[in-house]
């Protein structure tokens, strides 16, 4: 998981990507990386990871996203994969 996360945030020209986190630890990665003051991006699919976008300036799901995490995503992707992502960026 964290290979995906650091390659599509390679591919995007992201500074950072980390995977492999609980829900809590992604919460409190976004609320430390907002002391940078730049944008702060969560990219996520699942109910784990709502608590995480809801705390970021962007958040991105896709199509298949858990009810929740769509509902807490600032850009929808109409896509079941994340391949789509680099396309956005």
């Known amino acids: 998981n964290h290979i995906l996360v650091s390659a599509l945030a390679q591919k995007c020209g992201f500074l ?17 990386l907002k002391s940078l003051e730049r944008p702060i991006i969560m990219v996520g699919d699942d109910i784990n990871d709502a608590p995480a976008m809801a705390v970021a300036d962007v958040g991105i799901s896709v199509i298949s996203a858990t009810d929740l995490a769509a509902q807490v995503s600032d850009i929808f992707l109409t896509t079941e994969h994340l391949d789509a992502l680099p396309q956005l960026c």
């Open 16 to 32: 950072w990507g980390k995977g492999g986190l609980n829900p809590l630890q992604k919460r409190e990665e976004i609320l430390k």
